[in-house]
Structure formats: C-alpha cells, structure tokens
T-cell receptor, first 111, second 117 residues
Framework: DAKTTQPNSMESNEEEPVHLPCNHS???????IHWYRQLPSQGPEYVIH?????VNNRMASLAIAEDRKSSTLILHRATLRDAAVYYC????????????WGLGTSLAVNP | GAVVSQHPSWVICKSGTSVKIECRSL??????MFWYRQFPKQSLMLMAT?????????EQGVEKDKFLINHASLTLSTLTVTSAHPEDSSFYIC?????????????FGNGTRLTVT
C-alpha cells in the first residue's frame, strides 16, 4: 500500500489559515487522497478527499499537486476546535478501501 | 451526514472476562465495517474487516478467537474481546461504509475505551 509522510506537528494561531502538507510519492493512478482528523478521545472524522482536481467543502480545501505526489489540506481560518491530529491517507477500491494510518500531524491552535 | 454509533463509550472489566462492543450505522446500511485499535500516542491499527453476512477478515497478528466479530445485519457489527487481559486495554474504534460509489468516505464511531484491571 502506498504510504504518506506528514510532519509530526504544526502550530497555528486562531483565525489564521493553516496549510497541512502530505507527501505520497508512491501514489498509484487509482489512489484517492483522503483526509481525516481525530480529536482527543474521539473517533476520526472525515474532512475531505480528492483524486486529481482541487476540492473544496465547508470544512476545508484540498490542493493536489499536478503530479499527485503531494497534497495540502487548507483550513482557511483555524479555530480552537480545529486542534486535532490530521491524517492523510491513500485508498482505492481494490483494497476494499482499507485505510492505512500513519501518525498524522498534530495541529495546535493558539488563541 | 451518515452517523455511526458505538457503544459503550468506555468500559472497565476484570481480567478474564469478556466485553462486547457494538457498532451501529444509524441512517445507512453498512455493507462493510472495519474495527481498529489505537494505543496512546499511536495511530489506528486495523484489526479486521467484516462484510455483512460473512466471516470477518483479520489482519495479520490479530487473534480471531480472541476478538470475535459478528456482522449479522446491515446496521450492526459487534466486537467481543474474550478473556480480556490488561494488555487488551486500548481504544477500539469501528468504521462503516455503505454500498455505493467507491472511495466514498468512511464514517467512524466515537470509540470505546477499554480498561482491563
């Protein structure tokens, strides 16, 4: 399964944008890029996913590099409630969409 | 949005006893459910995948006789930790997906904190 690499931790200030990077240099053509986040003592929460084109939803934006070897999750205005561990994961229909979880990026948001 | 309910949210049991954790999809039919375990400061580790009406597929190193999974209906899967020991203390999380387009997001329960004394 293709793996992803993320920084262990990042810090942001409230109301400022946050760019969370993810490298996935071994991504295959059929892999989708999914982002989830996990608040302390809770199950993960879906954030966004995409294949090739940039994606926007009410939670965030996903910018995917042209060669698809990296992507960036963008939180436009960080709030204290955005403090969580963010996971970038690759999945495809061929593996029953099992998600292989790395350690993610722990995002701290300063008031 | 799709909701997955996991129960109980926490449980404390004595060593040697069994504990059952339920995972329900509340507003969709879950054709596939995944069970994860997460130790402190670590990532989620997939334990098994279950499809409704068939036997679960366990990941390497996960004892199927110890972690019994039943996915008897399209809205309910259960994980039973049999003869629990302190090393089984962990955060157990289920996730579910419905039938439909491939690569649609997974929906997760809020986890069950198991403490074995």
């Amino acid at each position: 399964d293709a793996k992803t690499t993320q920084p262990n931790s990042m810090e942001s200030n409230e109301e400022e944008p946050v760019h969370l990077p993810c490298n996935h240099s071994t991504i295959s053509g059929t892999d989708y890029i999914h982002w989830y986040r996990q608040l302390p003592s809770q199950g993960p929460e879906y954030v966004i996913h995409g294949l090739t084109s940039n994606v926007n939803n009410r939670m965030a934006s996903l910018a995917i590099a042209e060669d698809r070897k990296s992507s960036t999750l963008i939180l436009h205005r960080a709030t204290l409630r955005d403090a969580a561990v963010y996971y970038c994961i690759l999945t495809n229909a061929g593996n029953n969409r099992k998600l292989i979880w790395g350690l993610g990026t722990s995002l701290a948001v300063n008031p | 949005g799709a909701v997955v309910s996991q129960h109980p949210s926490w449980v404390i049991c004595k060593s040697g006893t069994s504990v059952k954790i339920e995972c329900r999809s509340l507003d969709f039919q879950a054709t596939t459910m995944f069970w994860y375990r997460q130790f402190p400061k670590q990532s989620l580790m997939l334990m098994a995948t279950s499809n409704e009406g068939s036997k679960a597929t366990y990941e390497q190193g996960v004892e199927k006789d110890k972690f019994l999974i039943n996915h008897a209906s399209l809205t309910l899967s259960t994980l039973t930790v049999t003869s629990a020991h302190p090393e089984d203390s962990s955060f157990y999380i289920c996730s579910a997906r419905g039938a439909g387009r491939g690569n649609s997001p997974l929906h997760f329960g809020n986890g069950t904190r198991l403490t074995v004394t």
